[in-house]
Structure formats: structure tokens, C-alpha cells
């Protein structure tokens, strides 16, 4: 699929953090944890997509966005099944478009379409709608927080979580040493394959390239798809004011790719020019606290290390 | 039977406690009954934990209403009437506060029907484990200290049971123990009786709503981000303040708050919503010229 980017937006880019929309979408009061990276990534979203939206959310951490009778959006909310995000956006989009084309419901009340869901529910369980939903090419934006477990239910293992990862059900053992012995799953290369306008990795450490991302997908139309690295001071044992440096390791060593996916092509907006090791990002987080004591595991470590440098080989110049 | 209900915020260690307080009682040979309330419960609400011990089987299940040792890990919590501390409470219950005031100088502020246990165990904590919120150890020690019966080695066995089964170090362990130890001297003992003739089981009294206007209890759903009337400041433990005359209005903070509690105002300097901010002092961390200060949240009043 062509991707229809206007030229003026070249020009409108967000530049510098001021630069923001000084509005916040989302108010606060919501019973998120403190520190919540996937919190930042959805406010920082929300300012460029504005009220105009209705937003169509999975369970997940993100059940606590919105507890009856509050929630911190200006636009609609509706809550779904982890499953359900993309048949429920479908159903949304369907009515809109019913109602502007046959009821006469104006143009302007139009509302942009969002799913936002965690990576268990992106990864695993809404995974086959959403691939439905592509192949459809519905007109939505899809947000998925990526905190790389499941996070709200006390931090079970996901698709999404990382070789090497401690989680509830893929704890260190001595037959099992490395925690979780599975890879993360390649959303993003599961998502391309359906060939979908737009694409893009996006981190909250990074709320310039973040910001243009989003408003460059506002700009388009059809399946528009974000995945947002979501550290969780809480399920990956890290201090909550250390968000942004995990985040920011996590770009560093390689281990989270900032890009996008337009016209076939995929391009790192942010890329490190000298990757740090692995270990940088591992050693700073509980989850991983077991490879490095009671005894340094250079095995796993070395594997984490190995996959990263055989990721960025395929874009080396 | 005898009854404890603990209060203190996620991720100070009040579920612990209550673990460690249950082990301990069952060691010393009492039927015993430890668990946490869990909701949405994240890092800096307010959590709130239950336990109960008996010579005889503990029959009795759900929520402590009426606590016959409360313990207060976090004073702040006293304020906030959507917490309900006290709730359950009267002239008979023995209630413990982790404070730098005076047992006479809480009981008259925060208008309780009896005089409180005081010590300030985050200052012990600080010292032994160089953790100030960390109380699930002294907070624990010092329901054992208040409910007597349980000797100093039945407590440390506990806490190497209970600390032995998270992925912390022999050294934390050891200095936690240490921290037990010290507080166990200190605290006051008081060897409460148990009164065994409920034969397990005693029904809560009705408690009797106070009559609110609707408005107050269902507030309007059409309104947009009416989440701000859900006040989160009582999350924080930590304060941020920002030093206006070393800000140099970059606007970092705001940024990267991402509760979106920190605005820009006309002089391009941030003013921080103390209402919600939960305390995650990631605008401290960020900061690239050190203007913020962090500030312990102590006490509800100086």
C-alpha cells in the first residue's frame, strides 16, 4: 500500500519539547503505577492526536486508564476483551461511517479510531484480528504499550518478553537458568508482512521523533500501527525515576530499534552510532538480575548480545 | 483470637510484613492467617493487609473491620480519608504509627480515640537496610513487639523464611535481621490477651454509611478527564521542588512527567501539580541542570 504524506508536514515538525502541545489529552489521577513508561508514550501520543478520538482499549495495565465513573481521556472510551480492540475499532469505524454516509452525521464529527493494547494482547491473544483487521484496511490507529509481559496480572510471560527475562511463569531455575528461553516475537515484521501504510517502533525517551511519528500517521489513512517500548518499574525491578534511562539504554545497546515502515521501506529514525553492550541495559534491571549473580551467566548474555548484532547486521552500511 | 490490620502504600513492603508477622505467630504455635488486599493496587497507593492468630482454628475470613492492633507503616496515609486508617477503630485498639511525632502530639491531631504506639521506624530502616520506605521488617517486628507472645528467635526465623523466598541477598537478610532486632528492643510489649471463647468466628458490626449528596459519589461520567478529581498525591513519598534561579526553562520535565503533572508557565519555569503527582522523580533524574530537590514526605503536618 502507497502512503500519502502531504509535503507541509516536512516543514511542521516537531523540533524541540516546547514545540509540544502544551494541552494535556490525558488528565491525571489515573491509578497507573508511578513512573509508567507506557503512561508517557500514550500522553505524548494523545497530544498529537488530540480529543477527536475515541479510543478502543484492551485489558491490560491500561484497564486502569479508566475506572467508572472517571476517566482521564476527552474523547470516547471503550473497553474490551484482550482479544477484542480491532473487531471492536471495527465496529466503531463501521458506525461512523454509516452514520456520516446514510444519517448525515457531519464530517467534522468524524473521530479517529485508536486501539490501544498491551503486547500480550498484541502479541498473542489479538493477534489474529489485528491481522485480520490489516488485510481489511481498516482505518485505525493501533498503540500497543510494550512493557514485554503481562504486566496488570502480577507479570506473566508474554510473547513480547525478552530471552534471558524473569517473569512469573518463566522464573530462573536451575533447569532453567535463563528465565525465559523464548525470543520476542518480531511484531513489527509480523505486522510488515501485511504491508500496511504506516509502521513504527517509538520509545518515550524519545518524545520528538515520537511526536512526528504520530503526526505523520495522523496525516494518512488506513492501518497505522505503533509499538511503544514501555518500561515498567514495577515488573522489570528498576527505580521508577529511571524510566527514561531505561528507555534510553534500551535504544542505546541496540536491543529496541527506533523505526518506521513506510512504502515498503523501513528506516531507523534514531540509531545508535556505537552500540553499547547488552549487559549496559540488562545489568539495571531485576528481571535479569540472574545473569549476573550468583554467578555471571556469559552464555545467556553472550546469546542476547549475538541476536542484537545479528538484528542490526541486516542494516549495517 | 487477635486481629491486625496493617496500612501503608505498594512497595513498602506491607504485604510482607503481614507474611512475616503470620510466619512468626505460627512458629510460636498459633493458628495463623496472613494476606493483602488486592485490587488496583500499584506502587505509592494506599495497600492495606490483614492477620489474624489464635490458640484455636481461625474460622474467620474477609477483611479485619475491627483491628485490635493497627499498624501505620506510612503517616501520610492518616490524612486521606479514601485510605479509612482508622476505620474500625475505638478506645481499646492498639494502634502503632511510624512517626517523628509524639504519641500525645498524633493522638491530638489526627483525633484518636487512644493514645498511639510511636517510633520512627523509617529512620532504623535507613540505618540497618539504607532503605527509609522499606518497612516490611520493623513494621513486622513491631506487631510481634505489640502483641507479645512471640520471642525475638521465632521473628528472625521468620524473616529468613519470608525475605529467603524473594531474590534477595544473604547480605540484605542479614542486615534486615539486624533491623528486626533493634526494633524489637525498642518498640513497647504488650502481651495482649487473646479471648478464646468466640470459638473462631465473631460477625462484623454494621457499619452505617453517613448520608453524602449523589453528586459526591457519582460524579458525571460526560465530563471530559474527569480522572483529576481522583487525587493521587497521596502516592508520593518523595516530594519534587523545583529551584526556579537554577531552571533554565528547557522544558525537560514536562516532557518526560508522565503523568503530565508538570505545566510550563508564562516565564517558561515549571510548576508541578502536587495534587496528582505520584512522586516518581523522573523530572528530578531528567533534569539536566539539577534544579529540582527531592524532599522526604514525612509527616501530613510540621
Known amino acids: ?317 | 483470637m487477635l486481629r491486625i490490620r496493617l496500612h501503608g502504600r505498594g512497595g513498602q513492603g506491607i504485604k510482607t510484613a503481614s507474611q512475616i508477622l503470620g510466619t512468626a505467630a505460627h512458629l510460636a504455635g498459633f493458628q495463623a492467617q496472613d494476606f493483602p488486599l488486592y485490587g488496583a493496587e500499584r506502587r505509592g497507593a494506599p495497600i492495606v493487609a490483614y492477620a489474624r492468630f489464635s490458640k484455636n482454628i481461625v474460622l474467620e475470613r474477609g477483611p479485619v473491620a475491627q483491628p485490635d492492633i493497627l499498624l501505620i507503616g506510612d503517616e501520610t496515609l492518616l490524612s486521606d480519608p479514601m485510605a479509612a486508617v482508622t476505620q474500625g477503630t475505638d478506645a481499646s485498639t492498639l494502634i502503632f504509627i511510624n512517626s517523628r511525632h509524639t504519641s500525645q502530639d498524633l493522638k491530638k491531631h489526627y483525633h484518636l480515640e487512644s493514645l498511639p504506639v510511636q517510633l520512627d521506624i523509617s529512620e532504623l530502616c535507613q540505618k540497618y537496610i539504607q532503605k527509609p520506605m522499606i518497612l516490611s521488617t520493623a513494621l513486622a517486628a513491631v506487631g510481634v513487639r505489640l502483641m507479645g507472645h512471640i520471642d525475638l528467635h521465632h521473628l528472625l526465623q521468620a524473616i529468613r523464611e519470608e525475605l529467603g523466598q524473594g531474590r534477595i541477598n544473604p547480605e540484605k537478610i542479614a542486615a534486615n535481621l539486624t533491623l528486626a532486632e533493634e526494633v524489637f528492643q525498642k518498640a513497647p510489649s504488650f502481651d495482649l490477651e487473646f479471648s478464646e471463647s468466640d470459638n473462631g468466628f465473631s460477625a462484623s458490626r454494621l457499619v452505617i454509611l453517613e448520608r453524602r449528596p449523589p453528586v459526591d459519589s457519582a460524579p458525571l461520567i460526560f465530563a471530559t478527564g474527569n480522572m483529576a478529581q481522583r487525587k493521587t498525591g497521596n502516592w508520593r513519598t518523595h516530594r519534587p521542588v523545583v529551584h526556579n534561579e537554577q531552571c533554565n526553562g528547557c522544558g525537560i520535565c514536562y516532557a518526560r512527567c508522565p503523568e503530565g503533572d508538570i505545566r510550563m508557565d508564562a516565564n517558561d519555569k515549571p510548576v508541578i501539580d502536587y495534587d496528582h503527582c505520584k512522586g516518581c522523580l523522573i523530572c528530578v533524574e531528567e533534569c539536566p541542570k539539577h534544579a529540582i530537590e527531592i524532599i522526604r514526605e514525612v509527616e501530613s503536618w510540621n
Request: net charge neutral; with cysteine; charged share 25%.
Open chain 1, 1 to 317: 500500500m502507497t502512503a500519502t504524506i502531504p509535503d507541509s508536514l516536512e516543514e511542521s515538525k516537531y523540533k524541540k519539547v516546547t514545540d509540544l502541545n502544551p494541552e494535556e489529552e490525558i488528565a491525571p489521577g489515573s491509578a497507573l503505577c508511578a513512573g509508567c513508561g507506557g503512561l508517557e508514550g500514550m500522553r505524548l501520543a494523545m497530544k498529537v492526536l488530540g480529543e477527536n478520538t475515541l479510543t478502543c482499549n484492551a485489558a491490560g495495565c491500561f484497564t486502569l486508564i479508566s475506572v467508572y465513573p472517571f476517566t482521564p481521556l476527552k474523547g470516547s472510551w471503550l473497553y474490551t476483551t484482550m482479544s477484542g480492540p480491532v473487531p471492536a475499532a471495527q465496529g466503531v469505524r463501521d458506525a461512523l461511517d454509516i452514520r456520516m454516509h446514510k444519517h448525515g452525521l457531519p464530517e467534522k464529527e468524524d473521530l479517529q479510531v485508536i486501539v490501544v493494547a498491551g503486547d500480550g494482547s498484541t502479541n498473542d491473544m489479538g493477534l489474529s484480528p489485528t491481522s485480520a483487521a490489516i488485510h481489511r484496511n481498516l482505518d485505525f490507529i493501533y498503540f500497543c504499550y510494550d512493557n514485554e509481559a503481562y504486566g496488570n496480572t502480577g507479570f506473566q510471560q508474554s510473547g513480547a518478553s525478552p530471552l534471558g527475562s524473569h517473569t512469573m511463569t518463566s522464573p530462573d531455575t536451575p533447569e532453567h537458568p535463563a528465565g525465559s528461553e523464548r525470543t520476542k516475537k518480531d511484531l513489527f515484521g509480523i505486522w510488515m508482512a501485511h504491508n500496511p501504510p504506516y509502521i513504527a517502533t517509538v520509545s518515550p525517551r524519545e518524545p520528538i521523533d515520537l511526536s512526528n511519528k504520530f503526526k505523520k500517521a495522523k496525516a494518512m489513512k488506513g492501518p497505522r500501527l505503533f509499538i511503544c517500548l514501555s518500561p515498567c518499574p514495577t515488573g522489570w525491578g528498576f527505580d521508577p525515576k529511571d524510566t527514561h534511562l531505561i528507555a534510553k539504554l534500551a535504544v542505546d545497546t541496540g536491543i529496541f530499534p527506533i523505526k518506521e515502515f513506510v512504502d515498503g521501506k523501513v528506516t531507523h529514525t534514531k540509531r545508535p552510532h556505537k552500540r553499547l553492550p547488552v549487559e549496559k541495559y540488562l545489568e539495571r534491571q531485576k528481571r535479569f538480575h540472574h545473569l549476573f549473580a550468583p554467578k555471571r551467566r556469559d552464555d545467556i548474555i553472550a546469546q542476547i548480545q549475538s541476536n542484537v548484532d545479528a538484528y542490526w547486521e541486516q542494516y549495517d552500511e
